[in-house]
């Protein structure tokens, strides 16, 4: 195996793209200011021996957000179990990124083999403003125009199961190679998007020896917004036969929620003996050297991605309640939030009370959340959503302020939520819920209970991962 087919940083923009071989400059570091002191360093993997698994991922930095996060967590930390992880991932000049946060970079273990391969990028075809592009586990695109319409009945319809497949045959090739020169005997393919499975798939009929795991951090066929993508009925058969190809293909699953283990199930009930439930969570290095402070004005914010599925109503109208009752109070948004529900906020809410924050590097996100009285989780408004579990939660139990969480009271969320005394819970329209619940945060009656959610921790949840792949030996 060369050396120089092995980054763990992404490739400089200012050179000439060489597949496997990305050259790897330096990522600047956050400025360190007195509320966002510099990131403690992150400890190379330890050279004690191990035995190598093979994660098969299209999200990695300089990408950001929580798909990314989980493995690269898992990377981190999966050393002291005994298990190498290797990464096989898009390259960057590739790659279709919905966001990037190149201070992701700095979180990659200084030893970690990162292979990166070339992909078609198939979006060009049909979705040329990056607006339209979902993230995994999330759809942004709520254009109802004609051409969007048509633009996401190509997607549904043309590129089954997602247009990320035009990394597969490249994956692929390297993935053959990477198993025969490290003699890898465990891959992991996580998704979305789901087409990777794909690849641990005929990878698994290559090398029947393997064992595979499909690590599946969202719905299939089943996600909420499936049916934005108009997909006919030959489109949706031909999608759930890949989903079911991989329930029945893999030696082991892992899902994030109890809720969407059930409903994989429902679909091949055969996989239910091979599920593991492993949340998302939270890495307490991240937050060393950052301040948690009490805000003198009463401060509630959100942070990620809106969509139009997220319904504010009843947030906004407690709020403006509330504002009414001269209640000091500045509720923030960080991220994107489509035109529409923006406008609808700044009609309701007094100017002074309402801030928009772009779309924040990880580090400056958590210290927005440690700025804060309450954080402000919601599950979007759809059929099946009480198995969604935001990545976000584990920082805002990390955290430790108080979480309104807007969405079914019955939720997996909702259960974390009151398991830890974290906060409450309320449907999208209690406006009296939820403004009870501010006002008991503001006056101290509610407190945020002392328990640590070390189940949460990243450290923690790659033992479980861990434990999967001692499991299939």
């Given at each position: 195996m060369r050396s120089s087919d092995i980054s763990n940083k992404a490739p400089d923009h200012s050179k000439a793209s060489t597949i496997d071989t990305p050259s790897t400059p330096s990522t600047p570091s956050i400025p360190s200011t007195p509320s966002t002191p510099s990131k403690p360093s992150i400890p190379s993997i330890p050279s004690t021996p191990s035995t190598p698994v093979l994660i098969i991922t299209y999200y990695w930095p300089p990408s950001g957000g929580a798909g990314v996060q989980r493995w690269l967590k898992f990377s981190k930390y999966l050393p002291e179990t005994g298990w190498e992880p290797?990464?096989?991932?898009?390259d960057t000049e590739y790659a279709v990124y919905p966001f990037i946060d190149s201070s992701l970079n700095e979180d990659v273990p200084a030893n970690l083999k990162?292979?990166?391969?070339?992909?078609?990028?198939?979006?060009?075809?049909?979705?040329?403003d990056k607006s339209r592009i979902p993230s995994a586990g999330f759809a942004r695109n709520d254009d109802k125009t004609l051409k969007g319409r048509i633009s996401r009945f190509i997607r549904g319809n043309f590129f089954i199961p997602d247009p990320r497949r035009g990394w597969n045959r490249y994956a692929f090739k390297k993935a053959s190679a990477i198993i025969k020169d490290l003699e890898i005997k465990h891959i992991i393919t996580t998704g979305p998007p789901h087409s990777t499975h794909l690849i641990g798939r005929i990878l698994r009929k290559k090398h029947p020896e393997i064992r595979w795991i499909s690590d599946l951090r969202d719905p299939w066929t089943e996600i909420f917004y499936y049916e934005q993508f108009y997909p006919t009925f030959i489109s949706r058969s031909i999608d759930r036969c890949f989903e079911k190809s991989v329930l029945k293909g893999s030696d082991a699953l892992i899902t994030v929620s109890n809720s969407f283990r059930d409903s994989f199930c429902t679909l091949e009930k055969t996989a239910g003996s091979k599920f593991s439930v492993i949340a998302n969570g939270y890495d307490p290095q991240d937050l060393e050297g950052l301040a948690s402070i009490i805000p003198e004005r009463l401060t509630i914010s959100y942070t990620g991605t809106f969509s139009e599925a997220y319904p504010v109503n009843g947030l906004i109208a407690a709020l403006k309640k509330l504002t009414e009752k001269n209640t000091?109070?500045?509720?923030?948004?960080?991220?994107?939030?489509?035109?529409?529900i923006k406008h609808f906020i700044t009609q309701q809410l007094p100017v002074q009370t309402v801030e928009f924050h772009p779309y924040m590097?990880?580090?400056?996100?958590?210290?927005?959340?440690?700025?804060?009285?309450?954080?402000?989780l919601l599950i979007p408004e759809n059929q099946g959503n009480r198995g969604i579990i935001p990545g976000k939660l584990f920082e805002y139990l990390a955290a430790k302020k108080a979480i309104l969480c807007l969405g079914p009271e019955d939720s997996d969320s909702a259960a974390i939520i009151d398991k830890l005394r974290a906060g409450k819970t309320k449907t999208y329209d209690d406006v009296g819920g939820i403004?009870?619940?501010?006002e008991d945060v503001s006056s101290g009656k509610f407190?945020?209970?002392?328990?640590?959610?070390?189940?949460?921790?990243?450290?923690?949840?790659?033992?479980?991962?861990?434990?999967?792949?001692?499991?299939?030996?």
């Open positions: 290797v990464i096989l991932t898009v990162v292979y990166r391969t070339k992909a078609l990028n198939w979006f060009r075809i049909y979705a040329k000091d109070l500045v509720v923030r948004f960080a991220g994107d939030v489509p035109g529409k590097i990880h580090r400056q996100a958590l210290q927005f959340m440690l700025n804060s009285t309450i954080l402000v403004m009870e619940f501010i407190r945020v209970g002392e328990e640590n959610p070390v189940e949460y921790s990243r450290q923690y949840l790659a033992r479980r991962i861990a434990d999967v792949l001692n499991d299939l030996d």
